[in-house]
């Protein structure tokens, strides 16, 4: 990773909806660019945050054979601690590859610098999702 920020898919959903329901679609558009030839459409991890820590998320990732890295949340430590043995291994989180998310986190911050964007001031979806490409366009040309 070479700390740029690249967007590689974009599925716009409501303002109030969370981000992890529209995760499986995401996943459908990502293209891993390469060296030479084809990109490809399974990356080797996923990095995300805790609002990504469900179990259908997990077997979702599992099944594709894509590494998951995501910390659990609170609630799920509480729920595994609550049922002692039975609540099973929790699952790992390599900790050193999660310090990577933080070139995601430095990308959305410099996307909310934008008011239009970061408010959601814009009607319509196109128009939205217009902005975000002048603005990602502009962000990149400066560099």
């Known amino acids: 990773m070479d700390g740029r920020c690249r967007p590689l898919a974009f599925i716009l959903t409501p303002g109030q909806a969370g981000d992890a329901p529209a995760f499986e679609q995401v996943m459908a558009k990502i293209r891993v660019?390469?060296?030479?030839?084809?990109?490809?459409?399974?990356?080797?991890?996923?990095?995300?945050?805790?609002?990504?820590?469900?179990?259908?998320?997990?077997?979702?990732?599992?099944?594709?054979?894509i590494r998951a890295v995501i910390p659990l949340s609170a609630d799920q430590i509480a729920n595994r601690r609550?049922?002692?043995?039975?609540?099973?291994?929790?699952?790992?989180?390599?900790?050193?590859?999660?310090?990577?998310?933080?070139?995601?986190?430095?990308?959305?911050?410099?996307?909310?610098?934008?008011r239009g964007l970061a408010t959601r001031y814009d009607k319509t979806a196109t128009i939205y999702q217009a902005a975000l490409h002048l603005a990602a366009i502009h962000i990149w040309s400066a560099r």
């Open 33 to 65: 660019p390469r060296q030479r030839g084809r990109p490809r459409v399974r990356p080797s991890t996923v990095l995300a945050d805790k609002a990504y820590s469900s179990r259908a998320i997990r077997d979702h990732l599992r099944n594709r054979g």
């Open 82 to 114: 609550r049922r002692g043995r039975a609540g099973g291994r929790p699952p790992a989180c390599d900790k050193i590859a999660y310090k990577q998310r933080n070139t995601v986190e430095r990308c959305i911050n410099k996307l909310k610098q934008w």
